[in-house]
């Protein structure tokens, strides 16, 4: 299950300023020092203890201290937009955060470093769960189309960045606004491995994409996908054995 914490005026684009909900969910996760992932927008960040964690919630921004990217140090670009991921009790806080600049504390061997970003206007609260999320990397890229349930006017068609038992990430240009939680008609053709995809599905997000003119778009599958559950756990399995013929 998701949900979007926002407050009216911010959900039709009139104020960019976070809800109080999401200040709330903030200012616990600097209290509890919570494990934060941070990350590109086409990729999913979710939170370890080598990503980083909430520090201290300031007035307009979030201090982060040391963050990562896998095992090594990632050094963050003030202006870059990322996606941020939030250690939450029952699941995880999502967002997109801009970077603002290097933060430090402390002194000697207490000292602490990590990075100031922006309060995210909105967050996505998903449940933990153990859905098996794949990136997509094909020769020739599979395409996806939106499309209205009933009407079937195009929303929007664009590249498919990942996929799980759940549902997918696209990045596309889009003819007409869509906001989280509506319906849509999703198609979906890849070249090789996963079966086709055409059924209903809800948006779940929508971020500025870092490609001019697109964004990417989070779509929930309504209905199950047998066949797309079989053939993502037979490509997780068969990743794992070649790992092990390598090691």
């Known amino acids: 299950m998701r949900v979007w914490f926002q407050r009216v005026a911010s959900y039709l684009g009139f104020d960019d300023a976070p809800d109080a909900s999401v200040v709330a969910i903030l200012h616990t996760a600097a209290v509890r020092s919570a494990s934060i992932g941070i990350g ?13 964690h909430g520090e201290e919630l300031e007035t307009e921004a979030l201090v982060i201290s040391r963050p990562h990217e896998g095992a090594a140090r990632r050094e963050l670009v003030t202006g870059e937009t990322l996606h941020l991921s939030i250690a939450a009790d029952n699941g995880f806080h999502h967002g997109s955060v801009v970077v603002l600049g290097r933060w430090s504390a402390g002194s000697g061997t207490s000292r602490r470093y990590g990075y100031r970003v922006s309060l995210p206007a909105v967050l996505l609260h998903e449940e933990r769960r153990s859905l098996h999320r794949v990136p997509v990397a094909f020769d020739l890229a599979p395409r996806a189309m939106l499309s209205r349930p009933v009407s079937l006017t195009p929303i929007g068609e664009g590249v498919v960045i990942d996929i799980s038992e759940g549902g997918l990430c696209l990045r596309a240009e889009l003819t007409t606004l869509v ?17 086709p995809i055409h059924g209903y599905a809800t948006i779940a997000h929508v971020m500025n994409s870092k490609q001019a003119g697109h964004m990417d778009i989070g779509v929930r599958f309504t209905e199950a996908q047998p066949e797309l559950c079989h053939a993502i756990r037979a490509l997780e399995l068969r990743r794992v054995n070649r790992a092990g013929a390598v090691a």
């Open 179 to 195: 906001r989280p939680g509506e319906p849509v008609l999703v198609k979906a053709d890849f070249p090789a491995f996963f079966p």
């Open 40 to 52: 590109t927008l086409d990729g999913v960040a979710l939170p370890s203890p080598l990503s980083g």
